[in-house]
Nanobody, 116 residues
Framework: QVQLVESGGGLVQAGGSLRLSCAAS????????MGWYRQAPGMQRELVAS???????NYADSVKGRFTLSRDTDKNTEFLQMNSLKPEDTAVYYC??????????WGQGTQVTVSS
């Protein structure tokens, strides 16, 4: 079992920045990829960014150049640095972790609201 705890969401003005954190605990040795999805009201959940343990990263086109994924392996924590935020980035952001055999764990979600 893997537990994921997110933090760092909040309200920010357009153009501002936020950093989301996702702390993993439990059987972290089973994780081979982590990342973030988001879901805006009335919309489907969409991938924001992901990274494998091998260093392969993937970003949604809408956030490329603005969002950066990083990981503190000593603390089993993944970060999503979000800069130049736009109102359309408003959503609930969910951290996920995928194991080597494809099982996914999810965090509880953290609200990000960007005001215009």
């Amino acid at each position: 079992q893997v537990q994921l705890v997110e933090s760092g969401g909040g309200l920010v003005q357009a153009g501002g920045s936020l950093r989301l954190s996702c702390a993993a605990s439990g059987s972290v040795f089973t994780i081979n990829a982590m990342g973030w999805y988001r879901q805006a009201p009335g919309m489907q959940r969409e991938l924001v960014a992901s990274a494998t343990n091998g260093g392969i990263t993937n970003y949604a086109d809408s956030v490329k150049g603005r969002f950066t994924l990083s990981r503190d392996t000593d603390k089993n924590t993944e970060f999503l640095q979000m800069n130049s935020l736009k109102p359309e980035d408003t959503a609930v952001y969910y951290c996920y972790a995928r194991t080597g055999w494809g099982y996914e764990y999810w965090g509880q979600g953290t609200q990000v609201t960007v005001s215009s």
